[in-house]
């Protein structure tokens, strides 16, 4: 019984090892950072600082590409530097607005402020090279058509199969929407469906679904249920 326990608390700290590896290098530069700087673009990440005079009890951002309508909070370092990070939308040019307390401003470190078409100055960061586009499971659109995408190596090809096409492999091609992200939209009604897709001749599920059952030939596939209420 011991020795099982062991395992089990070794396991349980190898994992969190892997996870922290895995964040290690964004978590030392936010530790490092012992100075304010320009926004900037890090690694995939927005990276924004702030040091506001007084004791301020609240940093805050928000962005257009979410209609200002949520605010984010900054964290507090060892240095007492105000740092905000967030994976980069799939916006070329992120515009957003800094809560210092009650008072909304631009960020008085960056060097792009502009006003917006209302008048408001805001603050600008600029997405250069490709952007890191997400991938999610099936979802309805507001056209009500639904949507599917898989991550690939970049002129790939890929389609769909599934009981909504007869399960033929050459129906339902993807479009390679961004570069190694193909996607499509189907047009189905309410009910439940079984699908995988199909990588350069090779089957895939898909790894943002995590719904799965087992077809008539005993092979796995995805599931997807299909509701409008």
């Known amino acids: 019984m011991k020795k099982i326990l062991f395992i089990l608390i070794f396991l349980s700290l190898s994992l969190n090892m892997s996870l922290f590896a895995d964040n290690l290098p964004l978590h030392l530069k936010i530790m490092s950072t012992h100075k304010t ?9 927005i990276f924004l600082t702030a040091r506001p005079p007084g004791s301020p009890r609240f940093v805050g951002v928000a962005f257009d590409y979410e209609s200002y309508g949520i605010i984010h909070p900054f964290e507090l370092n060892e240095s007492g530097i105000y740092i905000y990070t967030a994976e980069i939308p799939e916006e070329r ?23 917006d078409e209302y008048g408001i100055e805001v603050s600008t960061l600029k997405i250069d090279g490709p952007v890191f586009v997400k991938v999610s499971g099936p979802r309805r659109e507001t056209s009500g058509n639904t949507s599917f995408s898989i991550r690939s190596i970049p002129d790939s090809t890929v389609s769909i199969v599934g009981s909504f096409n007869g399960w033929d492999p050459y129906m339902t091609p993807l479009n ?3 570069s190694g992200v193909f996607s499509t939209e189907l047009k189905l009604r309410d009910g439940t469906y079984y699908y995988y897709f199909i990588v350069d001749g090779k089957k895939s599920m898909d790894p943002m679904n995590f719904s799965r059952a087992i077809n008539r030939e005993g092979e796995q596939v995805n599931k997807l249920e299909i509701s409008s209420r």
């Open 93 to 115: 040019e992120i515009r957003y607005r800094m809560i210092v307390d009650s008072l909304w401003m631009a960020d008085p470190l960056c060097k792009e402020n502009i006003k």
């Open 37 to 45: 700087v320009e926004p900037h673009i890090w690694n995939k990440t």
């Open 176 to 178: 390679e929407s961004s």
